[in-house]
């Protein structure tokens, strides 16, 4: 039984090293990776939903990996997060975003001209204590207005960073739009929405998905709620004709989602005024 004991520690010993070893060169790729310029931005609109007009753009991150293709978000940012690479992923991200944006607008103010740039901030990003002036960075060197900044953080920030409120408080005086992501799917509950640091709610993806009725009252009781206390809603993940509808239906007024638009990168976005329709 001992030596079998032992042998159960080595294992366990060797399965920890071969999972910090693998984390360990990912982090170096990802590090060469964005040394290289190998990550990009795709865009995805967000729609008003009454005029199908064009109000915002997420950008999501993707890693275009010389040997493994076209790698998406869900597999490389979890193990940033783990380490400060997410810092300077997150600078990445906010630099060029806002660049982009910047470009739009002025190669086309008539299209352009008031839409917002929504970037995705990790908790560990907004605690750290030079997001302040990275985002203030980004807006000088972009020549953007801070009113056209979004940031997105989802609630479990808010609840495991100390420090995440003073944050928010403070970006928010700088003029940016904080939206809280993934609602629904995390520990806020409706009351506590009114003492949250924030200006819009996106409500998760699941939601919309369940066509039973209790999911439908969900998403009309959250709307409601935000209307009530001043934030603006997002549908995300919107796929059908018929969610749309219903969303129109419930007065929520902002929507994102296939159907509406898939992510795309800079160069598959129009530019003209007249290519401005996005539905
Ligand atoms: P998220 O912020 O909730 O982003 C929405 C995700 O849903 C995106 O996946 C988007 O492509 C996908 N989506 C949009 N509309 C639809 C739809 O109608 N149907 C379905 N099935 N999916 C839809 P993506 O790009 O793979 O990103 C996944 C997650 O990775 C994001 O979730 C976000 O949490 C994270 N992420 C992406 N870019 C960044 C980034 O630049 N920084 C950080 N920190 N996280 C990022
Ligand atoms: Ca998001
Ligand atoms: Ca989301
Ligand atoms: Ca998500």
Redesign the pocket.
Known sequence: AKVNGRGRVEMFDAALRAELEARARLETEIRHGLAAGEFELHF?PVIGVATRELRSY????RWRHPERGMV???EF?PAAEESLL?CE??RW?LNTATKQLSAWTWQDPAGHGDVTMA????ARHLASRSLVEEVRHALRESGLEASRLVL?ITETVLLDEPTADAHLRDLRALGVTVSL??FGTGYTSIGQLQKLQVDTLKID?SFLRSSEPAGQALVQLMVTAAHAFNLDVVA????TQEQLDRLERIGCELA????LGR?KPAREIPVSPTDREVT
């Not at 997420?58 to 991150?61: N, R, S």
């Not at 970037?119 to 990790?122: A, M, T």
């Not at 995300?236 to 796929?239: C, D, F, I, L």
């Not at 994102?256 to 159907?259: T, V």
């Open positions: 995805q997420e950008a999501l991150i998406p978000p869900g940012i997410i992923i997150g991200v970037v995705n901030i990790s997105e992501d993934d993806q995300e993940g919107v796929e994102q989602g296939y159907f992510p």
